[in-house]
């Protein structure tokens, strides 16, 4: 529900060109609002509840009441992280509590920190975080990893990663502005240790927000939309996707903003296409 999406819970953004010093995520938000408002866009504000694409023109309906219809839909409902589910998770969610490793690895340099995951994405961002990082406690749920061999071979192998296999985190700690530590447990023994960290990843994945379009438009198996590559045309006519909610690789804020450029031509190409097949037929 927040106009903005996953950069609306992100402190600092640093990796988006144009801002020198750096950017709050929602103070960008908002500039890419204004940015878009001075261009005439009109801006509403609702629930998207349901959609019907099986006639032109596309309907899409709001709050489940209001009923829009369109020639064109871009999908750019982006993807939601998992999360532990951890209420002190959610207390230092941008104060030490992070998602993304890319994002925000940068203000963990020289300290120590944990990452919970056993997957490809957790093996890339935990040899990311140890270019940068002291220390690297990696938290691994079961006796073994779920990634490739080549990235477990990468993890093993950087001196500054300490794997923890059967270990779950139990609680975040802090001092009630910033994490100071991870309370962990041993899922075989019962056994709680407590690590001293600054920062605290959780690498579980993302789940895309595609509910909605089930039944419509291609997915792959874990739910992001299936785009024609070097598109951003879905299987119907006149519906495109851009950002994270066709990306599971990148997943960066300006990527994302660079397919939304991808998919604004498309639609406009699209529609001056069709707008020239009505000027042959007359």
């Not at 532990?84 to 690895?105: H, M, R």
């Not at 490739?148 to 923890?164: F, G």
């Not at 006519?237 to 909610?245: I, N």
Request: aromatic share 8%; proline share 2%.
């Amino acid at each position: 529900m927040e106009a903005g999406g996953q950069l609306t819970q992100t402190t600092e953004v640093d990796n988006f060109p144009g801002y020198p010093n750096g950017v709050t995520g929602p103070e960008m938000m908002e500039d890419l609002r204004k940015q878009a408002e001075r261009f005439g866009t009109d801006i509403r504000f609702g629930y998207v509840s349901s959609v019907d694409f099986s006639s032109l023109p596309h309907k899409v309906v709001v709050d489940e009441v209001k009923t829009i219809t369109a020639d064109t839909v871009i999908i750019s409902t982006g993807a939601t992280a998992k999360w532990l589910g951890l209420p002190s998770e959610q207390q230092y969610n941008g104060f030490g509590v992070s998602a993304c490793a890319v994002c925000d690895g940068f203000f963990f340099k020289g300290q120590d920190v944990a990452i919970v995951g056993a997957g490809d994405t957790a093996a890339e961002e935990a040899t990311y975080l140890a270019k940068l990082c002291k220390k690297v406690y990696m938290l691994v749920r079961r006796d073994e990893f779920r990634a490739s061999k080549a990235m477990v071979h990468r993890v093993l192998n950087t001196a500054n990663i300490e794997v923890i296999y059967n270990t779950e985190a139990k609680e975040v700690l802090g001092n009630g502005k910033n994490v100071t530590g991870l309370r962990t447990i041993n899922n075989q023994t019962g056994e709680e240790t407590d690590l001293e960290v600054e920062g605290f990843f959780v690498a579980i994945g993302h789940k895309p927000n595609t509910e909605i379009f089930k039944g419509w438009l291609e997915m792959d198996e874990t739910g992001y939309l299936k785009t024609i590559p070097g598109t951003t045309k879905t299987n119907v006519e006149g519906v495109f996707a851009c950002g994270d909610v066709q990306d599971h690789y990148y997943r960066q804020a300006v990527t994302a903003a660079g397919s939304g450029c991808m998919a604004a031509l498309d639609a406009e190409r699209y529609l001056a296409a069709k707008e020239d097949e009505v000027k042959v037929s007359i």
